[in-house]
């Protein structure tokens, strides 16, 4: 079973989920961990794609829109859709649904913002994990 963690922003944090899945893939590629980061709404994709480029003037986080580049040589893919291509340790969910085959993944992290429809689909999918046998760690961040 992966290793599930949520990570939920407090009432008040003036960031969003994809300013949130910009620090884990820094934090994960700092680990040397492959990441592919499921964002199945292409204008999103588009948003997280050119935030990766530009969130921290220091960074330097290579990427790819899995399909544009070659998946061997980019340690962080982002992903429009499944079947999710393996070879990565690590799975960022951004979407509104479980992943595909969730359970063939090391670690999966969710990010919840507080946006309502978010917020509500990231705990119809905290419930899922636990209905298949995962408890996944909770935790809340406040980011300014």
Same mark, same amino acid.
């Given at each position: 079973?992966?290793?599930?963690?949520?990570?939920?922003?407090?009432?008040?944090?003036?960031?969003?989920?994809?300013?949130?899945?910009?620090?884990?893939?820094?934090?994960?590629?700092?680990? &040397?961990?492959?990441?592919? @980061?499921?964002?199945?709404?292409? &204008?999103?994709?588009?948003?997280?794609?050119?935030?990766?480029?530009?969130?921290?003037?220091?960074?330097?986080?290579?990427?790819?829109?899995?399909?544009?580049?070659?998946?061997?040589?980019?340690?962080?893919? @982002?992903?429009?859709?499944?079947?999710?291509?393996?070879?990565?340790?690590?799975? +960022?969910?951004?979407?509104?649904?479980?992943?595909? !085959?969730?359970?063939?993944?090391?670690? @999966?992290?969710? +990010?919840? &913002? !507080?946006?309502?429809?978010?917020?509500?689909?990231?705990?119809?999918?905290?419930?899922?994990?636990?209905?298949?046998?995962?408890?996944? +760690?909770?935790?809340?961040?406040?980011?300014?």
């Amino acid at each position: 079973m992966p290793r599930i963690e949520f990570y939920s922003l407090e009432p008040g944090s003036r960031s969003d989920r994809f300013a949130m899945a910009c620090q884990i893939v820094e934090r994960l590629y700092g680990e &040397d961990e492959r990441v592919l @980061i499921l964002c199945p709404d292409p &204008d999103e994709a588009r948003h997280l794609d050119r935030l990766l480029w530009t969130f921290r003037q220091e960074s330097f986080i290579p990427h790819g829109m899995l399909g544009e580049v070659d998946a061997e040589l980019t340690p962080i893919l @982002i992903a429009l859709e499944s079947p999710l291509p393996r070879g990565q340790e690590a799975l +960022i969910n951004l979407g509104p649904l479980l992943p595909p !085959n969730w359970g063939l993944w090391d670690e @999966i992290y969710e +990010i919840v &913002d !507080n946006d309502p429809e978010v917020l509500e689909a990231g705990r119809a999918r905290y419930r899922a994990y636990r209905q298949g046998g995962c408890e996944p +760690i909770h935790q809340r961040l406040r980011l300014g």
